[in-house]
């Protein structure tokens, strides 16, 4: 059973016609046609439409930014270098710690107690791969993925990796991960998958892979200035040539 509420549910989805059918509308000869768009009528002194919900969130946007930029010290704003010193402890205790992961399992469909439905459950723990997890659990590895994503996702990593690897997967993997100098019991590489211990080593390759990320960035935009600026440079020479050229013709 669903409960709707519908206060408010014409403001908020009252979508106005534009004034020239609304006045078409009041221009016609029904009666009542002509009932139904009084808004229509070119006699009002004021054709101003209301204000929809668009136009009072646009205004509304509008004044808080005003606000924002105002130089008046009552307003709050947010200032995102002055954050509590507490903050950063937060950020470092999950890496300090041992997560663990809770699937949530619907015993059965009506939300009733003391009823399961074995289908469903086996349909659940299959789809969420919870057998799987168990096993790699069991042998001590927190993640796993397969050789090719994960060659593709940190080989910027590695310079031997980076832009292009020729050989396989594995061995690309193998490769990547001997230069990032993880310790051995760390890993483990299966048929097809790469297996990592600790959670730790997943968020330290993460945290090496934001930072080259940001370095790659900057190294195009730097190549794209380069490129831009140069690519003007000879514009403007061959435009100076030409006047010139012109210049001592016509002199």
Known sequence: QVTYNVTGFIEKNNDLLFRD????????????????????????????????????????????MKNLYSKNPNYIRYRPRQRPPEWGGLCETPSQTTTALCRCIKPNDSKAAMVFTPELVLAQVRYLGLMENVRVRRAGYAFRQL???????????NPRTWPRWDGGDREGAE???????????????????????????????????QERVAQLATLIQKMFRGWRCRTQYQLMRKSQILISAWFRGHR
Not at 39 to 45: C, I, L, T
Request: no cysteine.
């Open 147 to 157: 050789y090719g994503p994960f060659l593709q996702r940190y080989k910027m990593l």
């Open 175 to 209: 490769v990547l991960l001997a230069g990032l100098a993880f310790p051995a019991e760390e890993l483990a590489f299966g048929h097809t998958k790469i297996f990592i211990r600790s959670p730790r080593t997943l968020f330290d390759l993460e945290r090496r892979r």
């Open 21 to 64: 059918l609304s006045q078409a509308m009041w221009a016609a000869r029904h009666t009542l046609l002509r009932s139904l768009f009084p808004e229509g009528d070119p006699q009002k002194v004021s054709l101003k439409l209301p204000p929809t919900a668009g136009f009072q969130f646009k205004s509304s946007v509008a004044m808080l």
